[in-house]
Structure formats: structure tokens, C-alpha cells
């Protein structure tokens, strides 16, 4: 679905690239979890995706165009909830009545629904610049997920939604999720999301760490206390004793530790990607 | 980290379906809610909750009927049954073992334990 080959780009060519010959595919039915440092270009990548960003060289494919030439095709087809946004002072209804008509499926039922699972009610004549952050957040992702997009990207979704909207958030991606779309999630806040990923991708300032499915890193990694004999990846101390990322054997399967996983590939990247490419 | 945290979620969504078919909550050759509605209902990607449909199908604990979903297999209990008793003795009663050695019981007082815990 997506193809970015080759991309190099930099805001200030000073200060180096930010991106240089990094290459992704990302494939529809998959909800990506994407995850970086501060810094290593999370958002940047995004915005490249998006045709908000032109790189200085390589392309990002949608369905084999070009984002940056920002067809009505692909722009009707891809929405972007970025971290921060400011919203009109519109009422929502007006908001909808202005921006709906660019999204051809998009459902007014849908969205209804979706403020629902929010608990934003069914006020469409509320005004979007009286809402707070988080209010704010939810309405506008209702919209995103009410446009049917088939490429919704959204960076740090969770940041600022409070608990019970954190569970509501993940209730509204794994309702709307089908095989012919694809989400992509940036986040640094890995315990909201790790249940509804099919897929992990960690870049670090243009390498691509890790991009694997979840299936995947559950057959080949354990999660787990260690054991005498034990070779682990990577160590975390705990109140229970020491937690490592430890190869799977035997058949061995725990539950993914995202947070586990992230700093295992960046304190030692040669031996995830040793251990993610042996073939099964 | 508990025994059951530390298992990969399609497994512990696999004991979820079990434990209600157990209880009764599932009954056999009752339908199975489809993985769509499953994975919105326990916020679960729908991809690990077909995983563990696949898991629970080769095990024998569901079936499915083409363009209908998946029920429950009639002797679905017993087969969850034996399947949990070979998983806590292979996991569980091993470390439960390990403790008892490591503080001293003897078979004799574990015995004794026991029958007082079933007596109770």
C-alpha cells in the first residue's frame, strides 16, 4: 500500500539528514506501531507519508503514486491525526458540512457512533474551540475514523486523552480496522497501544531497527523473568527480580513487552536483527 | 509478572473463551462471538484474535461451518479440561514443587495439606 524508497531528506542541510536512503513498505490489513526515540524522525516520516513534507530525494508511493503530487485519489483516501492541531472556531456541524465532502465515504453515522464509544454525546452543535485538548482529540479522531479512509496515520493518538478514553481510543481502532486498510500509530506511550498492533516498526535517524509483526517477535522472543543459563538481549531490574528479553525456545511464547522490546533494539540493535532475520 | 501476564495474548484470550465455556457462558454447538466482534469487544487487534481461533480449531475446542462462524465443539469441556491439566503440570506444579522443596515440606505434610484443602 505504501512504498517509500530511497528517501533522503533533511530541514537543514547543516545539521546533516535527517533521512538518508531509508526505505519502508507498509501493507494494507496491518495496524503499524511506529516507534522512535525522540528525535529519530517519527513525525518527519509522517509527514513525508503524507505529502506535507517533499524529500530531497527517493519517493513515498500510496497505491503507486506519488503522495507529493497530492491526487485527489490519494488525498481522499489518507488522513493524518497529527499530535497537535488547532480546530476552527466552527461548531461541529459546520466543521463536517465544510470537510466531509473531500472524504467520499465518509458516514455521518459512523462518526455519531464514534462519539459515542467517546462519550462525546451526540452535540453536533458544540463549538470545536471551546472544547479542551483532550475533547478536542476525540472529536476530531471521530471524524478521521468516520472519513473511511483506507490510510489513517496518527502521531501519539493517546497523548492527552485521559484513562478511560485510552481504552475507548483502542476500542475505536480495532472496530474500524479491516483488511483493506491500514493505520499507522506513532507513539512513544507503547502500554496504550501494544494490543492492537499487528506490527512493529522501530526507526532510528534513517535506519529501520526492527520491522516485524507481533506474531513474529512473540515466536522469537521471550519476555519473561530469567533463569539460570539464560542469554538475554536485554535486562530491565524489577521488584520480582530481573526481567529479560530472552531468544524463545521450545516453543516458547510470552506476551509482547513493547516497552521491553523498544530498548532492546536500541541498546543492542546487531542482536535483534540477528535474531529477526536467522530464517524459522 | 504472574504466570498468566507473562503468556502471549492469543493464549490468554484462548483461556478467556475457555474459562466460558466452563462456566457455561459458551454452551456446546453454541456460537462463538466472530473475531471482529471479540477483538472490539476485548480491544484486541482482530489478527491475534484469529490467531487464537486457529489455536482453539486445532485443539478441538471450536469448529467452524463455512460462512457461519465458529461454534463450540460438543465435548469442548473435557478436551479444555485435559488440555489445563497437562499445562499445570508441565508450568505451574513445577515451580509449586520447587517452593516446597526449597522450604522443607515433605510429601507427607503436602499430603496432609491437601487433604485439608479438599476437606474444607
Known amino acids: 500500500m505504501f512504498t517509500i524508497s530511497n528517501l533522503t531528506f533533511s530541514y ?104 459515542d464509544i467517546f462519550e462525546m454525546g451526540g452535540d453536533l452543535h458544540v463549538k470545536l474551540h471551546a472544547l479542551s485538548m483532550g475533547q478536542r482529540k476525540k472529536v476530531f479522531m471521530a471524524f478521521a475514523f468516520a ?35 491500514m493505520m499507522l500509530i506513532s507513539t512513544h506511550q507503547v ?65 509482547v513487552d513493547l516497552e521491553m522490546l523498544f530498548n532492546a533494539t536500541l541498546q543492542n540493535p546487531e542482536a535483534i536483527n540477528q535474531l529477526f532475520t536467522t530464517q524459522k | 509478572m504472574n504466570f498468566k501476564d507473562n503468556k502471549a495474548i492469543y493464549l490468554q484470550i484462548a483461556d478467556r473463551i475457555g474459562d466460558q465455556i466452563l462456566s457455561g457462558a459458551l454452551i456446546p454447538d453454541g456460537k462463538v462471538p466472530s473475531v471482529r466482534e471479540l477483538a472490539a469487544e476485548i480491544e484486541v487487534n482482530a489478527n491475534t484474535v484469529a490467531r487464537t481461533y486457529d489455536h482453539l480449531q486445532q485443539s478441538g475446542v471450536i469448529y467452524t461451518k463455512r460462512g457461519l462462524g465458529y461454534f463450540v465443539d460438543p465435548d469442548a469441556k473435557e478436551k479444555i479440561v485435559t488440555s489445563r491439566r497437562n499445562q499445570l503440570m508441565q508450568g505451574e506444579m513445577d515451580y509449586f514443587l520447587g517452593q516446597l522443596k526449597a522450604v522443607g515440606i515433605t510429601p507427607a505434610e503436602l499430603q496432609q495439606l491437601y487433604q485439608d484443602y479438599l476437606d474444607k
Not at chain 1, 47 to 64: F, K, Q
Not at chain 1, 157 to 168: A, E, F, H, R, Y
Request: with cysteine; net charge negative.
Open chain 1, 12 to 115: 537543514n542541510k547543516r545539521y546533516g539528514d535527517l533521512f538518508h536512503d531509508f526505505s519502508l513498505e507498509l501493507n494494507a490489513g496491518n495496524v503499524y506501531g511506529l516507534l522512535g526515540k525522540n528525535g529519530a524522525g517519527k513525525s518527519t516520516l509522517i509527514y513525508l507519508m503524507t505529502g506535507l513534507l517533499t524529500p530531497a530525494s527517493g519517493e513515498v508511493l500510496m497505491d503507486g503514486e506519488n503522495v507529493r503530487k497530492r491526487l485527489p485519489k490519494t488525498m481522499s483516501d489518507l488522513f493524518l491525526v497529527p499530535e497537535e492541531f488547532d480546530l476552527p472556531r466552527l461548531t461541529l456541524k459546520k466543521y463536517v458540512s465544510i470537510n466531509a465532502p473531500f472524504y467520499p465515504r465518509f458516514s455521518m453515522e459512523d462518526m455519531q457512533r464514534y462519539l
Open chain 1, 147 to 181: 472519513t473511511n479512509t483506507r490510510v489513517l496515520i496518527m502521531d501519539e493518538p493517546t497523548n492527552g486523552l485521559d484513562i478511560p478514553s485510552k481504552s475507548q481510543f483502542r476500542k475505536l481502532v480495532t472496530t474500524c480496522m479491516s483488511d483493506d486498510k
Open chain 1, 191 to 255: 502500554r496504550d497501544i501494544s494490543d492492537i498492533l499487528d506490527h512493529v516498526t522501530i526507526i532510528d535517524q534513517s535506519r529501520v531497527l526492527l520491522n516485524t509483526g507481533m506474531a513474529d517477535v512473540t515466536s522469537r522472543l521471550a519476555f519473561r523473568p530469567l533463569r539460570e543459563g539464560d542469554q538475554p538481549i536485554f535486562v530491565l531490574q524489577s521488584p520480582y527480580g530481573p526481567l529479560g528479553a530472552v531468544p524463545a525456545h521450545d516453543g516458547e511464547e510470552t506476551k
